[in-house]
């Protein structure tokens, strides 16, 4: 163990010099002149790097293990720490820097956006470095991305280390103590998993005693700790539950010697990001040598371990509803560990989906942005002398508008999501505040006292057309449209006893009282879906609490968190508060989400006295059938028999054509690999097997695999949800089947049977819950019956809708994200549609081959058909027939693939 040792000397003074000695306290050695302190020990456990106070030579220097071949590597800066990777991390000015071991190559180490960070620590692997900002401990990769805060309080922390397997953290924490005499104070050592979960004090020190600067040993088994008193410092070793603390002598700074050695086994790690955050829960499968699967933690953070040097491995992630960038990593021949990262995004079965982005909020006179997770806090609006308040996001997530007094008094500008280009919106001597954006972008409402009192107004979003939509005495403010714009709803003190919630037209008609509870009210709005209404109401603004309530008033009830400023996230599953009217002292101080019932309460920002959280709605991805490009439209495609080749004319990328497949086989087009576009794929017979052949538009990749026997019929789907089309079939008998092999957390390959039908019925595919999974299905010709096991309960759906003659058609004919029963007889198409209700279209031929597909992107699937290599399509978004030509006579149309 290495450390640093301050004398004293009568009359002239203290030095700090470092030593080295065995675990037990024997052996105890000088080895550097005065002046060195903070040791850190190379990776091979043969040198250290020090820092030198200011009475030594200045700067960062490396010497050997005996004291010897000391070196300055001209560095100014404290905490060194060497990566197993040869890296020296150090923080200097309020930065960390690094530098290669020898001191060149010396740069700002990139990533970190915190203010005054300090004290360094690799993980033992060299790929994440934790350190100490405003009070707090942080992690990043060693890439520099994957910036998270870990520990969250108002006292400070500081000082981390890494257990030797990288799944905790050792740290600081220094506290005042206000129950004893003034200026008393404490600091422990504690413990805490590196996902931020279970922290645990290892040491209770009393007044006036610091435990401080833990070092953890390379076995795992020690944790050694310096602790100071009114006597002077001295070295603690304990066992890492903090039982067995044994005194070694003075000293300060401990630093454990590792052990050198080559391990036989390395890791994989990453995080999934999310518009910039870590996503939970994602499923990770490790397919090589080692077949496995993890889910990610809650800030996405997933870890391989003990892998075979010089394996071939695959990393393929997958959640419902999500994709991956890229779909999947290959590592060949793993020499070292890795760092893999995914971008996650967002899909949905309807073309109007709505996701989570970042949360806008005011703090500190500025408008300030941070991811949900809690990471990536910036200032858009910096507040200087003037106060920027109450940001609310524009419908499209692009733009913000927020309150200002920059010009003397409050005016609402709009700005980019960056901050940049802000405008002003308005130039009135009176105060205006409170702006919230129409759904469709084109209004704003707004709070202005211009007439002696403040009223709501409304105006275009390029601050034109302001005009007046209430006309009190009293005080009206804080309005907010309901979705589908008809609404506004707002808090008005205009009848005797206190404020209560109002609704009026967008034109200012129609003024109706929505509750007749008196009080103070706060930041009304509605959720997503327009049913609830979320609100802060108390007798006055130091007992307010978030309520919700029905949209028509009825309803109300104490939401079980929160108190101020509530909003709802666009996609309605989680609730944004702030916190705290009554000031900074209060526990529930800071930004805080929750989900929508309430439960799974987290703070996002640990600050003072925020408000206005406003919730970025961005736009979800949505998946088509038959896309081959990935614009999210219907391609028109035809195979042809005679060459096996594959044409299609991609509504954004233009024509291709690709050989793949020959006549006898079965086009099994999906989107195998889950990166939103549809991929080539037959499935051929070959002898008494069934062999997928699937070319992966991710990476363009081959992918062939036996499933099935002869005289199945293919039927892929997504029976796991995870946005990956499954291999799978359908075999008939008198008990027929279906038999999949899920892709999420499967790394075994577990082939799963479920027994569906009778002989002769036809199996179809779709998602008849929307819920996101593929459905076992069929169509039963003898009695026109359509029978659906539905995935999300596992209830039984029986529906008489065709005949034995009719062509199977199912396909989402309204938009809601659910498949709908379909046929099509003799140029008739007839639809039972989930939300819609039933229709009858006539559009085609007896002898056309029908090919629905949502060829113009609007979420619905178009009526189409194939004919003598003539496209005639149907386009739900505009009512109108496109007439195209495109393949032969004898073409197959692909979207009649799993027409029945």
């Keep these: 163990m290495a450390y640093a040792l301050t004398r004293s000397i009568l009359g002239t003074g203290s030095f700090t010099i470092i030593y080295t000695g065995n675990a037990d306290g024997t052996n105890q050695t000088p080895i550097s002149s005065i002046g060195f302190y903070e040791p850190a020990w190379s990776p091979d456990g043969t040198k250290l790097v020090c820092s030198t106070n200011p009475g030594g030579d200045g700067g960062i220097w490396v010497l050997k293990a005996d004291g010897t071949d000391r070196v300055n590597l001209g560095a100014s800066g404290r905490s060194p720490a060497w990566s197993v990777t040869g890296k020296i991390a150090y923080d200097h000015s309020g930065e960390i820097w690094t530098m290669n071991a020898d001191g060149s190559n010396q740069a700002r180490f990139p990533g970190i956006r915190q203010l005054s960070a300090s004290t360094p620590a690799w993980s033992s692997d060299g790929m994440k470095l934790a350190f100490s900002s405003g009070g707090a401990i942080w992690v990043i990769n060693a890439d520099g991305t994957g910036q998270r805060r870990l520990t969250v309080g108002t006292s400070s922390d500081s000082s981390p280390t890494w257990s030797n397997d990288g799944t905790k953290i050792a740290f600081s924490r220094f506290a005042p103590l206000p129950l004893l005499l003034s200026g008393a104070y404490t600091a422990d050592i504690r413990v805490i998993n590196v996902d931020g979960t279970n922290e645990i004090p290892l040491t209770t020190p009393g007044a006036y005693v610091s435990d401080s600067n833990p070092a953890w040993s390379s076995d795992g088994t020690k944790i050694a700790f310096s602790r100071r008193d009114i006597y002077g410092s001295g070295i603690y070793i304990m066992n890492t539950d903090g039982t067995d603390q044994i005194g070694l002598g003075a000293g300060a700074d401990p630093s454990w010697q590792p052990v050198p050695y080559v391990p036989n086994t390395l890791a994989i790690t990453g995080r999934h990001l999310y518009t910039g955050r870590g996503i939970s829960g994602a499923v990770i499968n490790l397919s090589g040598p080692i077949n496995a699967f993890t889910t990610t933690d809650y800030v996405g953070n997933y870890t391989f371990s003990n892998l075979p040097r010089g394996g071939h491995y695959i990393v393929s992630p997958s959640l419902p509803a999500h994709y991956f960038t890229p779909a999947q990593r290959v590592v060949n021949n793993l020499d070292r560990n890795r760092i893999i990262n995914f971008v996650v995004a967002e899909t949905c079965a309807t073309a109007k989906c709505i996701g989570n982005g970042k949360i806008a909020y005011a703090y500190n006179r500025s408008v300030a942005l941070i991811n949900w997770d809690g990471s990536s806090l910036g200032s858009i609006s910096s507040g200087g002398s003037s106060l920027n308040i109450e940001p609310a996001w524009s419908p499209d997530g692009l733009s913000i508008v927020f309150s200002t007094n920059r010009d003397g008094n409050f005016e609402i500008y709009s700005t980019n999501a960056s901050g940049s280009q802000p405008v002003r919106l308005m130039n009135n001597p009176a105060a205006d505040t409170s702006p919230s954006y129409s759904p469709d972008g084109l209004s704003i409402v707004f709070v202005s006292d211009r007439d002696g009192n403040k009223e709501i107004y409304k105006m275009n979003a390029d601050g034109s057309n302001q005009v007046r939509l209430t006309t009190e005495t009293t005080n009206d403010s804080a309005p907010a449209y309901s979705p589908d714009g008809q609404k506004i709803i707002f808090v008005s003190d205009r009848v005797t006893g206190g404020q209560r919630l109002f609704t009026m037209n967008p034109d200012g008609s129609n003024q109706q009282m929505l509750s007749d509870i008196a009080g103070s009210y706060s930041r009304p709005s509605y959720?997503?879906?327009?049913?609830?209404?979320?609100?802060?109401?108390?007798?006055?603004?130091?007992?307010?609490?978030?309520?919700?309530?029905?949209?028509?008033?009825?309803?109300?009830?104490?939401?079980?968190?929160?108190?101020?400023?509530?909003?709802?996230?666009?996609?309605?599953?989680?609730?944004?508060?702030?916190?705290?009217?009554?000031?900074?002292?209060?526990?529930?101080?800071?930004?805080?989400?929750?989900?929508?019932?309430?439960?799974?309460?987290?703070?996002?920002?640990?600050?003072?006295?925020?408000?206005?959280?406003?919730?970025?709605?961005?736009?979800?991805?949505?998946?088509?059938?038959?896309?081959?490009?990935?614009?999210?439209?219907?391609?028109?495609?035809?195979?042809?028999?005679?060459?096996?080749?594959?044409?299609?004319?991609?509504?954004?990328?233009?024509?291709?054509?690709?050989?793949?497949?020959?006549?006898?086989?079965?086009?099994?087009?999906?989107?195998?690999?889950?990166?939103?576009?549809?991929?080539?794929?037959?499935?051929?017979?070959?002898?008494?097997?069934?062999?997928?052949?699937?070319?992966?538009?991710?990476?363009?990749?081959?992918?062939?695999?036996?499933?099935?026997?002869?005289?199945?019929?293919?039927?892929?789907?997504?029976?796991?949800?995870?946005?990956?089309?499954?291999?799978?079939?359908?075999?008939?008998?008198?008990?027929?089947?279906?038999?999949?092999?899920?892709?999420?957390?499967?790394?075994?390959?577990?082939?799963?049977?479920?027994?569906?039908?009778?002989?002769?019925?036809?199996?179809?595919?779709?998602?008849?819950?929307?819920?996101?999974?593929?459905?076992?299905?069929?169509?039963?010709?003898?009695?026109?019956?359509?029978?659906?096991?539905?995935?999300?309960?596992?209830?039984?759906?029986?529906?008489?809708?065709?005949?034995?003659?009719?062509?199977?058609?199912?396909?989402?004919?309204?938009?809601?994200?659910?498949?709908?029963?379909?046929?099509?007889?003799?140029?008739?198409?007839?639809?039972?549609?989930?939300?819609?209700?039933?229709?009858?279209?006539?559009?085609g031929l007896s002898t056309d081959t029908p090919a629905p597909a949502d060829y113009d992107g609007d979420g619905v699937a178009d009526l189409a058909v194939f004919r003598d290599g003539v496209w005639y399509v149907l386009k739900t978004q505009t009512g109108t027939t496109e007439v195209r030509q495109f393949g032969l006579s004898g073409d197959k149309a692909v979207a009649s693939a799993y027409v029945r």
């Design 527 to 843: 959720s997503p879906d327009g049913r609830k209404i979320i609100f802060s109401y108390g007798t006055d603004i130091n007992t307010r609490r978030v309520w919700t309530m029905n949209a028509d008033g009825s309803g109300r009830t104490q939401f079980p968190v929160g108190r101020e400023a509530p909003a709802y996230s666009p996609n309605g599953r989680k609730v944004v508060f702030s916190c705290c009217p009554s000031g900074p002292s209060s526990p529930d101080a800071g930004v805080r989400t929750a989900n929508a019932d309430g439960s799974g309460e987290r703070v996002v920002a640990a600050l003072p006295d925020p408000s206005s959280p406003s919730w970025q709605p961005i736009r979800v991805t949505r998946r088509a059938p038959f896309d081959f490009d990935g614009d999210e439209r219907a391609d028109l495609a035809v195979f042809r028999p005679a060459d096996g080749i594959w044409y299609s004319l991609g509504s954004q990328s233009g024509p291709s054509s690709v050989q793949w497949g020959s006549a006898a086989d079965k086009l099994t087009p999906a989107d195998y690999d889950g990166d939103l576009k549809t991929d080539l794929a037959v499935w051929h017979e070959v002898g008494p097997d069934g062999v997928f052949y699937i070319l992966n538009s991710s990476d363009n990749t081959v992918r062939t695999e036996t499933f099935g026997l002869a005289g199945d019929v293919p039927a892929p789907g997504d029976w796991d949800g995870d946005g990956k089309a499954d291999l799978s079939v359908y075999r008939g008998g008198a008990q027929s089947t279906f038999y999949y092999r899920a892709s999420m957390a499967n790394p075994d390959q577990t082939l799963t049977s479920l027994a569906w039908g009778t002989a002769d019925d036809k199996p179809l595919s779709g998602d008849f819950d929307g819920d996101g999974k593929t459905d076992a299905a069929i169509f039963r010709p003898s009695n026109g019956t359509w029978y659906v096991l539905k995935s999300s309960d596992g209830q039984v759906l029986a529906t008489i809708f065709g005949a034995a003659s009719d062509k199977i058609v199912p396909a989402d004919y309204d938009g809601d994200g659910k498949t709908d029963y379909a046929i099509y007889r003799d140029g008739m198409w007839y639809m039972q549609r989930s939300t819609q209700g039933f229709l009858a279209v006539q559009y």
